[in-house]
């Protein structure tokens, strides 16, 4: 559910964490374009996305970013 995460954003933008978890779950509804968002805020704000999550998204999306 997303809306969880988004509400945790709302309240600490800066969390990079939140933006990871809410990107695994657009990438679980099939939400691509929105959980490349949320990789990329995550990366910005210095947090981590594990490679393997990465790559299984790279597949699933037909992108590299």
Same mark, same amino acid.
């Given at each position: 559910?997303?809306? *969880?995460?988004?509400? %945790?954003?709302?309240?600490?933008?800066?969390? !990079?964490? *939140?933006?990871?978890?809410?990107?695994? &779950?657009?990438?679980? #509804?099939?939400?691509?374009?929105? &959980?490349? *968002?949320? @990789?990329? !805020?995550? %990366?910005?704000?210095?947090?981590? @996305?594990?490679?393997? !999550? +990465?790559?299984? +998204?790279? #597949? *699933?999306?037909?992108?590299?970013?």
């Amino acid at each position: 559910d997303t809306s *969880a995460h988004t509400e %945790q954003i709302r309240h600490a933008p800066e969390g !990079a964490e *939140a933006y990871n978890n809410r990107g695994i &779950a657009y990438f679980e #509804k099939g939400g691509y374009d929105k &959980a490349w *968002a949320d @990789v990329g !805020a995550c %990366q910005r704000l210095g947090g981590e @996305v594990h490679p393997e !999550a +990465l790559d299984i +998204l790279r #597949k *699933a999306s037909g992108r590299e970013k």
